[in-house]
């Protein structure tokens, strides 16, 4: 069965510090795996990865992929209060996705 | 402006009474799917559509049904809801179904009594 389990569960951290959330995957059939950041209501986009060894960075958000070991971290350098979300990581296969359960970041001013 | 919409965006309903969640895009997109969110279960889709006329189950399709007769629209049907279909629910769109980024709409709570 395809799973996707991301860790930790929650987090809770000062303003300034710097976060890795991990995602890692048991899925047959991989294309692209991607991260989404959730807080009030809708999910919204932050990377999409598909080739192993590239990072993607976005301001102070960046994400790696290991297509060996089967996982993928997403990186937050000098967190702010705004980063409090839940950061949620997909894989998405042939017509499908499956989400990893998700991390919830709280951020301490 | 680019928009995944659904409606409603809140509803109480009880054991039973058909209901529908309509999902419409305005991007052109081929691939639309719907995804419920309960908590400790993340997100987990339910139904998916490749392109008009063309769609498949999901992880969890028990008690839904869904149609794609135009492009735009992926309307969710609940024929007979029941409370444990109490959730949160999550319409989405794609213009690259195979690896694409997913746009998602606001949400819709549903709630059954």
């Known amino acids: 069965e395809d799973k996707v389990v991301q860790s930790p569960l929650s987090l809770v951290v000062h303003e300034g510090d710097t976060v890795t959330l991990n995602c890692s995957y048991e899925?047959?059939?991989?294309?692209?795996l991607l991260w989404y950041k959730q807080e009030k209501k809708a999910p919204t986009f932050l990377f999409m990865l598909t080739s192993s060894g590239i990072e993607k960075k976005s301001g102070r958000l960046s994400s790696i992929l290991d297509k060996k070991e089967l996982f993928s971290i997403l990186n937050i350098t000098a967190t702010q209060t705004g980063d409090s979300a839940i950061y949620l990581c997909?894989?998405?296969?042939?017509?499908?996705?499956?989400f990893g359960t998700g991390t919830r970041l709280k951020v301490l001013a | 402006e680019a928009q995944v919409t659904q409606n409603p965006r809140y509803l109480i309903t009880v054991t039973g009474k058909k209901l529908t969640v309509t999902c419409s895009q305005n991007?052109?997109?081929?691939?639309m799917s719907w995804y419920r969110q309960d908590p400790g279960l993340g997100l987990r889709q339910i139904y998916y559509s490749m392109n008009v006329e063309v769609t498949d189950k999901g992880d969890v399709p028990e008690g839904y049904k869904v149609s794609r007769k135009e492009k735009r629209n992926f309307p969710l049907i609940l024929e007979s809801p029941s409370p444990n279909q109490t959730s949160l629910y999550f319409c989405?769109?794609?213009?690259?179904?195979?690896?694409?980024?997913?746009?998602f709409g606001e949400g819709s709570r549903l709630t059954v009594l």
């Open positions: 899925v047959t059939n991989f294309r692209s």
């Open positions: 997909a894989w998405s296969g042939t017509y499908k996705y499956i």
């Open positions: 991007m052109n997109h081929e691939y």
């Open positions: 989405a769109s794609s213009s690259q179904y195979k690896t694409g980024e997913l746009f």
